[in-house]
């Protein structure tokens, strides 16, 4: 397995389909190396994982500009509360999975989840409070997602 990527070559990448990142060093609270993400417009399934003790509270806000992404799994962010607004500008988007975010309560407002107008499968995967939340009928989020074709909680 790759351990180092330099992120000039991330960015000569311009075919690339799928990709797998994360799992980094457990003294890092953010995601290095990722500026030249955008410059990936042919990548269209993401694994992006963040980490067990908590550390990482946010998604890379270069995540935002892979409006070609038809696959998104969010995997290990311990330390992340909220799906943040910008999740809404992934257009493309069709698949959103959710995994291990333990403390994850809540996804982006539902103006932004009408915005994933192409969202067909919503998996959320123990992610015990979102998990919760998203219960069909009562669960404060579960208006946002109500629209969503195949919704998955386990």
Same mark, same amino acid.
């Given at each position: 397995?790759?351990?180092?990527?330099?992120?000039?070559?991330?960015?000569?990448?311009?075919?690339?389909?799928?990709?797998?990142?994360?799992?980094?060093?457990?003294?890092?609270?953010?995601?290095?190396?990722?500026?030249?993400?955008?410059?990936?417009?042919?990548?269209?399934?993401?694994?992006?994982?963040?980490?067990?003790?908590?550390?990482?509270?946010?998604?890379?806000?270069?995540? %935002? #500009? $892979?409006?070609? &992404?038809?696959? !998104?799994? @969010?995997? *290990?962010?311990?330390? =992340?509360?909220?799906?943040?607004?910008?999740?809404?500008?992934?257009?493309?988007?069709?698949?959103?999975?959710?995994?291990?975010?333990?403390?994850?309560?809540?996804?982006?407002?539902?103006?932004?989840? %009408? #915005? $994933?107008?192409? &969202?067909?499968? !919503?998996? @959320?995967? *123990?992610?015990?409070? =979102?998990?919760?939340?998203?219960?069909?009928?009562?669960?404060?989020?579960?208006?946002?997602?109500?629209?969503?074709?195949?919704?998955?909680?386990?």
């Amino acid at each position: 397995m790759l351990s180092c990527f330099p992120e000039k070559i991330l960015g000569g990448l311009t075919r690339l389909r799928e990709s797998r990142i994360g799992n980094f060093s457990e003294e890092l609270d953010s995601f290095p190396y990722l500026n030249s993400i955008q410059d990936l417009p042919s990548l269209q399934s993401l694994a992006i994982f963040g980490d067990s003790e908590g550390r990482i509270k946010y998604l890379p806000d270069q995540l %935002q #500009r $892979l409006t070609a &992404l038809n696959s !998104l799994s @969010i995997c *290990y962010f311990h330390g =992340l509360e909220a799906l943040p607004e910008w999740l809404g500008n992934l257009s493309s988007l069709q698949i959103l999975q959710l995994q291990f975010c333990m403390n994850l309560k809540y996804l982006p407002t539902a103006t932004a989840m %009408q #915005r $994933l107008s192409k &969202l067909r499968k !919503l998996e @959320i995967t *123990y992610c015990p409070y =979102l998990g919760e939340n998203c219960s069909e009928g009562s669960g404060s989020e579960w208006s946002k997602i109500s629209h969503i074709p195949d919704v998955e909680i386990g």
